[in-house]
């Protein structure tokens, strides 16, 4: 898949492109559902509440000349037996479909086809494609209309995996694999974010779901197994000597080099990807220039350090890392 399906897969902005009032999926639609039917519960019973309690306040308001006390009323059994029973059969109304979808949105014990590995990590995520042997970050390409298993973990602290208008939210936890299932109606980006507080980058750990066509995900995931190794440019390649020398290679890993750092976001295709710095900044070489030049002061918390770079290094890893498809 060449940068331009991701890139131009924008299409028109949504006001709210991190809604879960405007679902685009299965899971989501589910979930909005049981929204709207609580919703519309919870109304009913504000109303009912508030007309009784109005009229009660008018209809026995203390009136002049009328001092006395109000007659006590030991028990009333129809309305005791009415206001136990209505909530009671409120509740089984909204308990039945939850626990219906609860079993519904539970993944099979079986992956289906493509199941993806979700790692958070401060402030990335780390995706891997553990059947189709693929590992990439911050934005998860699947195919639009199938069932995507998600089983997601955390490398450090609590994350959660929000990508609104697929699905609601899965806490990603240290030492354990919750699972989850995402599908797509249509082709396009799906914008999310972490949603549990883990830090000073939390605020910009952006997650991207890129749903394409079954031939472009599958063409994502060839260029993805055999990458393009060594760059076409004078530049890309002293950048990727750089890659090499000035520490990039301690933590990042490129498929197909000796590059095998495991600290942060793979870098496999990077040059497709929409965004940079976990989805952050758009993936422009002037954008990737100012990430380089000090990460810390884009995404606060940062743990890719500042390498105090030159000039002219910034330009041969910035040609590098574009380069890398
Ligand atoms: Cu990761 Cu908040």
């Known amino acids: 898949?060449?940068?331009?399906?991701?890139?131009?897969?924008?299409?028109?902005?949504?006001?709210?492109?991190?809604?879960?009032?405007?679902?685009?999926?299965?899971?989501?639609?589910?979930?909005?559902?049981?929204?709207?039917?609580?919703?519309?519960?919870?109304?009913?019973?504000?109303?009912?509440?508030?007309?009784?309690?109005?009229?009660?306040?008018?209809?026995?308001?203390?009136?002049?000349?009328?001092?006395?006390?109000?007659?006590?009323?030991?028990?009333?059994?129809?309305?005791?037996?009415?206001?136990?029973?209505?909530?009671?059969?409120?509740?089984?109304?909204?308990?039945?479909?939850?626990?219906?979808?609860?079993?519904?949105?539970?993944?099979?014990?079986?992956?289906?086809?493509?199941?993806?590995?979700?790692?958070?990590?401060?402030?990335?995520?780390?995706?891997?494609?553990?059947?189709?042997?693929?590992?990439?970050?911050?934005?998860?390409?699947?195919?639009?209309?199938?069932?995507?298993?998600?089983?997601?973990?955390?490398?450090?602290?609590?994350?959660?995996?929000?990508?609104?208008?697929?699905?609601?939210?899965?806490?990603?936890?240290?030492?354990?694999?919750?699972?989850?299932?995402?599908?797509?109606?249509r082709p396009g980006v799906y914008e999310g974010q972490c949603a549990e507080y883990c830090g000073l980058g939390h605020a910009n750990m952006h997650i991207r779901v890129v749903a394409v066509t079954d031939r472009e995900f599958a063409r994502w995931v060839d260029g993805m197994r055999h990458p393009r190794v060594t760059p076409a440019s004078a530049l890309a390649k002293r950048g990727m000597a750089l890659f090499g020398q000035v520490g990039c290679s301690s933590c990042h890993t490129v498929a197909g080099t000796r590059f095998h750092g495991q600290l942060g976001p793979e870098l496999t295709g990077m040059g497709n990807r929409a965004t940079i710095a976990a989805g952050t900044l758009t993936n422009t070489p002037a954008h990737l220039r100012r990430w380089l030049a000090n990460p810390p002061a884009i995404l606060p918390g940062s743990t890719m350090p500042d390498l105090h770079l030159t000039g002219s290094q910034i330009s041969a890893l910035t040609a590098y890392v574009e380069s890398l498809r």
């Open 1 to 185: 898949m060449g940068p331009s399906v991701i890139a131009g897969m924008a299409g028109a902005p949504l006001r709210y492109p991190q809604s879960a009032l405007a679902p685009a999926g299965p899971v989501a639609r589910s979930e909005f559902q049981l929204i709207q039917l609580s919703l519309v519960i919870m109304l009913g019973v504000f109303v009912a509440v508030t007309a009784a309690f109005a009229y009660t306040a008018v209809r026995y308001r203390s009136r002049p000349g009328n001092l006395a006390p109000a007659s006590a009323v030991d028990e009333n059994r129809r309305l005791e037996i009415g206001w136990t029973l209505v909530p009671l059969i409120l509740l089984v109304v909204m308990a039945v479909p939850t626990v219906k979808d609860s079993y519904a949105l539970t993944p099979p014990d079986t992956p289906r086809v493509v199941d993806v590995r979700v790692i958070g990590h401060q402030f990335w995520w780390e995706l891997q494609y553990t059947r189709l042997g693929v590992t990439t970050a911050n934005e998860l390409v699947i195919p639009y209309g199938r069932k995507i298993d998600l089983s997601l973990t955390s490398a450090d602290v609590i994350h959660s995996f929000w990508v609104p208008r697929l699905a609601g939210k899965t806490d990603l936890n240290p030492g354990q694999l919750n699972t989850a299932w995402i599908q797509a109606d």
